[in-house]
């Protein structure tokens, strides 16, 4: 683990915030998360905290069973504002929880849920090549987002560079939203357990293929992001009324 990264007390203090994209009619989250974090068991985790967005701040977890199920849990106000807004077409399960974030250390996190009851920890750190991209990344402008050319090197770079697998960071999410997943730095996850409903899910593991959930991938292999997310607005008016409603 790298001591000289402190993401325990970063990320802990981050703040609510209702926002809006710079980009004409787009809508937006910014925070950090679990990208993604398959298990030898065939199960995959990802967690997502947006202190920061259009409508109310929000964590989720989301779980994939060995035969490909989708399920997300979220801790929000309601669900459309959340996660499943744009993800849940493809599950089996969206439901509302109580969802707990408990730093352990500068990089270690443990994500506790109550139904169904989730004790899940994660160990991340940073490479020396992390170091370097995550010093570039941040400073690069938001416009670099906006060229599709762009977009597919920084693809190839996760892909043949930090082994991530083939993800797609712009694309058709399974509500019909076109986004833009923004990752501004990132950590390796090779330390984690989970116990899901008293079941543990096995040990982190490194896939052939990528995690899929509609036609969206998530890596390979374990990765906290921190970072953002845009979609195009799909229908401004229910755009406006979520607004006003969750004012």
């Not at 981050?14 to 989250?29: A, D, K, Q, T």
């Not at 065939?42 to 399920?71: C, I, K, M, Q």
């Not at 500068?106 to 992390?130: F, G």
Request: glycine share 6%; net charge neutral.
């Amino acid at each position: 683990m790298d001591r000289s990264v402190d993401l325990a007390t970063e990320l802990s203090r981050l703040s609510p915030r209702r926002g809006s994209f710079p980009w004409p009619n787009h809508e937006y989250v910014r925070g950090w998360g679990v990208f993604g974090l398959p298990f030898d068991s065939g199960h995959v985790l990802a967690l997502r905290v947006f202190p920061e967005n259009d409508f109310a701040p929000y964590s989720t977890v989301w779980h994939r069973t060995p035969n490909g199920s989708w399920s997300i849990f979220a801790d929000a106000p309601r669900l459309d504002v959340a996660c499943p807004r744009y993800y849940g077409p493809a599950c089996r399960v969206t439901s509302l929880t109580h969802i707990e974030l408990k730093w352990l250390g500068p990089m270690s996190l443990q994500i506790t849920m109550r139904s169904p009851r989730l004790d899940w920890k994660v160990e991340a750190t940073e490479t020396p090549l992390l170091r370097i991209l995550n010093r570039i990344s941040p400073s690069l402008p938001l416009w670099t987002w906006k060229a599709d050319v762009l977009v597919h090197a920084r693809e190839f770079m996760a892909k043949s560079l930090l082994d991530m697998g083939s993800i797609r960071m712009r694309g058709m999410m399974p509500s019909g939203h076109i986004g833009t997943l923004m990752p501004e730095r990132m950590y390796f996850i090779e330390s984690s357990t989970a116990t899901l409903d008293d079941v543990s899910l096995g040990r982190p593991t490194h896939l052939n293929e990528p995690p899929v959930i509609g036609n969206v991938t998530l890596p390979c292999r374990g990765v906290l992001a921190v970072g953002q997310a845009a979609w195009k607005i799909l229908d401004p008016g229910e755009y406006q009324r979520t607004r006003a409603e969750t004012e």
